[in-house]
């Protein structure tokens, strides 16, 4: 013969135990173990905002050149809005190792290696506790840097400086070819019309290859993030790439990047690139569109 249910000790034992789950729940959040960040992307990816510089200092300005105090504008309305910044390597370590990233991740990148970004970008970086890639062109250190060194409005970065830069460790550095960063009929790194796709990729690999070796003998490393010219992406360019150990590559497109599991996603990341003239503000409703 079955008893009946007392309720009211049924009513007590379930008050017990939703007050045992609670008190679970509350002692994982504030767990010194408990995983920070984005582990699972979920079904659209994370959210990628990238933002593109060239050239900072105080003088001329235009689409590619703005004063530091506009990258600390920038850099300040990051930091209070709980954007955090990350290499390329942190996405290489999410996507293929599952690494998790900040809740809110945004990169930021600096194209064509100048002196400036030494001089005037890495005390905002560390200001703020940010990070970047740095893109470089192996001519314009060869040929340039050390003949105009230190020379804040136009100066490419050396070696040494490259170096100096590593060693903080807040500087990643990319690929932007040794001498293919040029506005000529190739158009960047492009094909050409009455080029061969064997011919081309000859070449491709011949220029990108003297940048990455320059790398490893003077800073002993080799980038695994290209650069595209100019944003001028090839589509015959990529099997080069990817043969050639690279794992991401950042272009000119300004659109939104969603990070997943897939290693493709690392290939043709877009960026918002940052002119001068508007404000923060103005900038970032754009760039972190998506985000």
Known sequence: MYRCCNVKRFLIM??????????????????PFRTEGVSDPGENGIPLPVLMYHSVFSGRHSDYVVPPEVLESDLAYLSDHGYQAVLVSDLVEYVYNGKPLPEKPVMITFDDGYYNNLEQC?????????????????????????????????????????????????????????????????????????????????????????????????????????????????????????????????????????????PDCLFGIGRYNRPYGISTDAYMQKALKGS
């Open 122 to 262: 890495l005390p905002l970086l560390e200001k703020y506790d940010m990070c970047a890639v740095i893109s470089v062109v192996g001519s314009y250190i060869v040929n340039q840097a050390e003949q105009d060194s230190h020379i804040t409005a136009y100066s490419y970065l050396t070696f040494p400086e490259i170096q100096t830069l590593l060693e903080s460790g807040r500087i990643e550095i990319g690929n932007h070819t040794y001498d293919l960063h040029s506005h000529t009929h190739r158009q960047g790194c492009g094909i050409l019309p009455e080029e061969s796709e064997t011919a081309y990729r000859e070449l491709l690999r011949s220029d990108l290859e003297q940048l990455q070796s320059l790398l490893a003998s003077q800073v002993q490393m080799r980038p695994v993030v290209f650069t595209y010219p100019y944003g001028y992406v090839c589509r015959e360019s990529i099997p080069v790439l990817r043969s050639m150990g690279f794992l991401a590559t950042l272009t000119c497109y300004e659109e939104p990047n969603r990070i997943t599991r897939d």
């Open 14 to 31: 379930l008050l017990c135990d939703l007050v045992a789950v609670g008190l679970l729940m509350l002692l994982f959040r504030c767990s």
